[in-house]
């Protein structure tokens, strides 16, 4: 999940009303929202074309899209629903593609609220399937938002991942990304320079760095720079969910 946003990382100014979420099909976007999309996105990262960025989006199911009250973008975020077998055990999983929020919009919880919708969404409709969040992680603060939705994720610095755990991010990631998986790691390493944040973006500020989520992110994912990113996993179900996230999944669930 390539993400450059995470709640309360900035105060949002007074004056800014929440952004507008909407939930929508990929095949339902118009090609002039892909373009803002694009504009968006290549704005927080290097090392992106258009092409590639069509080709990640047309593998997606959903998008998150986030306007402000004048409509344009002002963030977004894509996923696929995938059906895996580990073990023989069939399970689900949501993973997440593409993800920014415009800078002036950090402290903006609405694709907080947004994601956490869907994940009650997918949850109602896996049939008693098992359902994750499956994500690969280039930034602390991306990072940040497993300990804000939930009570277990992995990895983490609290205690290690369990093995059967560790085996399903393994066999996810390995069909996902193939030989660019690096086991012993836990890493995605690129086999060709991918995008990547933006300097600016990219650094740690100083009120973060003492963090025990950045010290440990940083631990795991030390090239993150580079454009690596750390494969993480955690269970969508209300009791593994934070005070915070349960919400917004009771609130799709009672509907």
Not at 33 to 61: A, C, H, I, P
Not at 190 to 217: H, M, N, Y
Request: hydrophobic residues 35%; aromatic residues 12%.
């Amino acid at each position: 999940m390539k993400m450059n946003h995470v709640p309360n990382s900035v105060e949002l100014s007074r004056d800014r009303k929440p952004l507008i979420s909407q939930l929508c099909s990929r095949e339902s976007v118009s090609s002039s929202t892909r373009g803002e999309m694009y504009l968006l996105f290549e704005r927080y990262y290097e090392g992106v074309s258009r092409d590639v960025f069509e080709q990640d989006l047309n593998d997606k199911d959903d998008v998150i899209l986030l306007r402000d009250m004048s409509g344009r973008i002002m963030g977004f975020s894509t996923s696929k629903l995938i059906t895996h077998e580990n073990g023989g055990q069939q399970v689900s999983a949501i993973f997440s593609g593409d993800t920014v929020v415009e800078r002036s919009y950090w402290g903006d919880l609405s694709l907080v609220g947004a994601f956490m919708n869907l994940a009650a969404q997918k949850k109602a409709e896996s049939k008693g399937r098992l359902l994750y969040w499956f994500l690969i992680v280039k930034g602390h603060r991306t990072f940040r938002y497993l300990p804000l939705f939930f009570r277990s994720f992995y990895p983490n610095w609290r205690s290690e991942t369990p093995g059967e755990i560790q085996s399903l991010m393994d066999s996810l990631a390995l069909e996902r990304f193939g030989s660019d998986y690096d086991c012993a790691s836990g890493t995605v390493r690129f086999s060709t320079l991918g995008c990547r944040l933006r300097s600016g973006f990219a650094d740690i500020p100083g009120k973060d760095v003492k963090r025990d989520e950045v010290q440990f992110f940083l631990q795991m994912n030390p090239d993150y720079r580079k454009g690596n990113e750390l494969v993480c996993l955690a269970e969508i179900r209300e009791e593994n969910l934070s005070p915070f996230a349960q919400r917004a999944f009771r609130g799709v669930e009672a509907s």
